[in-house]
């Protein structure tokens, strides 16, 4: 079982795309090569033909990206409310925030908590604004906490 800490949730919230913006760029640079090659050669076709297959290429990898910061802005604002959460289980039971972990990156019911070595099942209101811990047992206790 995988549980996270506050500093792993804080420093893993912005994600990497510099593959995709690399692809982008590059079939960017096709696409004006094809065109002057076209422009120069306007009777070779196959110019033509290739700036086209890279800007369906461009457009295609332009959606992706756009599907993919959406779907990182969502993921990034629910574990933006996982760090209050966590804070606020460890004002409650007084310990530091670094003893807390929990088994999610974003706030869900029936999460696992993680406080010291005691664990307990979250049950969350409809609209996340209070909580009860209820006392669970896990039955894997090969724990791997990412800080």
Do not use: C, W
């Not at 079939?27 to 700036?51: A, K």
């Not at 990034?76 to 972990?101: C, L, N």
């Not at 908590?113 to 996340?128: M, Q, T």
């Amino acid at each position: 079982m995988t549980f996270y800490s506050v500093s792993y949730l804080t420093a893993h919230q912005q994600m990497n795309q510099l593959f995709n913006y690399l692809a982008m760029a590059i079939f960017v640079l096709l696409v004006i090569i094809t065109s002057v090659l076209y422009y120069r050669h306007r009777l070779i076709t196959r110019y033509r033909d290739l700036g086209i297959i890279f800007f369906l290429l461009l457009l295609l990898t332009i959606g992706m990206q756009v599907t993919k910061i959406e779907r990182n802005n969502t993921q990034q604002a629910q574990t933006a409310e996982m760090i209050p959460f966590m804070k606020s289980v460890a004002r409650d039971h007084g310990v530091a925030t670094e003893d807390v972990s929990v088994n999610s990156t974003t706030l869900d019911d029936g999460i696992i908590v993680r406080i010291k070595r005691a664990d307990y099942r979250v049950n969350l209101s409809p609209n996340h604004d209070n909580y009860t811990l209820t006392r669970a047992h896990v039955v894997n206790h090969q724990v791997n906490l990412l800080k």
